[in-house]
Structure formats: C-alpha cells, structure tokens
C-alpha cells in the first residue's frame, strides 16, 4: 500500500529561523511527488512538482528536494506570511491514479 | 486563484439527509478529482471522472456518488448523510488523465448535525 508520512506534525519557527519538513514515501512506482500549501479552511495550492531523485525546485523562501524514499522541503528565513499547513502527496504508475496525501506539517512562524 | 471554483463554500445538513455539492474545473482540464479532508488529516481520495466517466474510486461507501457533466463540471451527491461525513470536500482538476498537476478548488465544508 502506498503511503507518505510527513514530519513534524507540528514546528514553530522564529522568523528567519531557517528550518527544513520532511516526506517519507512508501510507493510502488512514483510518477511524481507534490508539495501543497494550505491555508486554515481553504483549498490546497500546488507548489511544486518533482519527478526523479536528485531534482530540486525552488520558489521564492522554499526549496524541494526529492531522494528515492524521501522529500525535503526547505524553508529559508521564513516570514509570518509563510504560516499554513505544508502537505506532501504522491502519485503512482499512470497518470491516472489519485494523489496520496500526508497528514501534513503545521507550521507557524512567529514575528 | 485556480480557476476551479466550488459551490457552496458553507452548509449544514441533518443526519440522513442527501447533499450535493458542486465543482466547475479548471479551463481545458477534463479529469476531476473528490477529496474528503477530516481535521487535522490529509485529503483522502473519494472518486475520479475522465470525459464523464467514473475511472477511479476510493475507500468510499455507494452512498458517495458523482457526476460529471459536457462540459468537465462535476456534482459530489452524498446520500444518508452521517455525522461523520462532517469535513472539508474538496475538487481537483487535471488537463488529462495524464496530466501531473492538480489544481484544487477553495472546498465546500459540510457539517453533519
């Protein structure tokens, strides 16, 4: 069965404090593995997409990487504006298959 | 903005009542995806529509059931409603089948009271 487990659950930041959350993924073949940001009571928005181990994407304070059981989301000198819940999620073997959610990291990032 | 739009963003049933809850995809995408979100839980996949057909369907009981229309807009009819059908649903939209992406909507919260 596939699954992603994301670390922490929870992670509290000063601002400018740089920090990095964690994807670990169980899959059977992966076509590619996704990182959304949600904000409280609103729908997920895409950040970025990666498809191989070694690939890395960047936008704006974060940075995705992807190694062959894991993804690293970096976040560098976060700001309050950064505040939301971080999910991962994977899609396998043919496009289409659903995605498979994390539960998600809660981050907060204090002024 | 994504350009999915869903409708309503808010409403309260009564246990065993029937609801629908409707999603308008994005422009040029022909694959639409239902999500469940419980608090605190990632979004677990209910079903999939391609060209309207059902081409994929999650841990789901037969009382969740959809629809998609011409031209690529979808309905989530849940039926019997249950206390804890009470979250966050949410729609996605793709280009193809093939297609990486999914751009959600901004998700209807149902309470079930």
């Known amino acids: 069965e596939d699954q992603v487990t994301q670390s922490p659950e929870a992670l509290r930041l000063q601002e400018g404090e740089s920090s990095s959350l964690n994807c670990s993924y169980t899959?059977?073949?992966?076509?590619?593995l996704f990182w959304y940001r949600q904000d409280p009571g609103k729908g997920p928005e895409f950040l970025f997409t990666?498809?191989?181990a070694g690939e890395e994407k960047e936008k704006e304070r974060l940075k995705a990487t992807l190694t062959k059981k894991e993804s690293f989301l970096h976040i560098t000198a976060p700001k309050p504006e950064d505040s939301a819940t971080y999910l991962c999620?994977?899609?396998?073997?043919?496009?289409?298959?659903?995605?498979?959610f994390g539960k998600g990291t809660r981050l907060s990032v204090i002024a | 903005e994504t350009g999915v739009t869903q409708s309503p963003t808010h409403l309260i049933k009564t246990r065993g009542q029937q609801v629908t809850l409707r999603c308008s995809s994005q422009?040029?995408?022909?694959?639409v995806s239902w999500y469940q979100q419980a608090l605190g839980q990632g979004p677990q996949f209910i079903f999939q529509?391609?060209?309207?057909?059902?081409?994929g369907r999650g841990n789901f009981p037969p009382r969740f059931s959809g629809l998609q229309f011409p031209n690529y807009s979808s309905e989530l009819n849940v039926n019997a409603l249950e206390l804890d059908d009470s979250a966050l649903y949410l729609c996605?939209?793709?280009?193809?089948?093939?297609?990486?992406?999914?751009?959600f909507g901004q998700g209807t919260r149902l309470t079930v009271v």
């Open positions: 996605a939209s793709r280009a193809t089948t093939g297609g990486v992406e999914a751009f």
């Open positions: 899959v059977s073949g992966l076509r590619g």
């Open positions: 990666l498809y191989s």
């Open positions: 999620a994977v899609q396998t073997h043919s496009g289409n298959t659903p995605l498979v």
């Open positions: 422009s040029g995408h022909n694959t």
């Open positions: 529509y391609y060209r309207e057909e059902e081409n």
